[in-house]
């Protein structure tokens, strides 16, 4: 198991993890902002293991990254 990378801009204020944290399920990981050129409140965020990019939809359907 390896773990997965989790990266989010954007924000309203910082996350309040560290690297290392374990997130489960319904965890608050951060409030949605609109920082730099974006031009509304959204959650931007990035997936990836190893260094490779993982597709969030692939990510969203699985009901545990154990096996990962």
């Known amino acids: 198991f390896r773990?997965?990378?989790?990266r989010s801009c954007h924000l309203a204020a910082p996350p309040d993890l560290?690297?290392?944290?374990?997130?489960t399920?319904?965890?608050l990981v951060g409030i949605q902002g609109s920082t730099g050129w974006a031009t509304g409140k959204h959650l931007h965020f990035a997936?990836?293991?190893g260094g490779?990019?993982?597709?969030?939809s692939y990510a969203f359907s699985q009901t545990s990254l154990s096996d990962w």
Do not use: M, N, Y
């Open 3 to 6: 773990r997965v990378l989790f």
């Open 18 to 23: 560290k690297a290392g944290d374990t997130v």
């Open 25 to 27: 399920v319904g965890d």
């Open 47 to 49: 997936l990836s293991r």
């Open 52 to 56: 490779q990019p993982i597709d969030p």
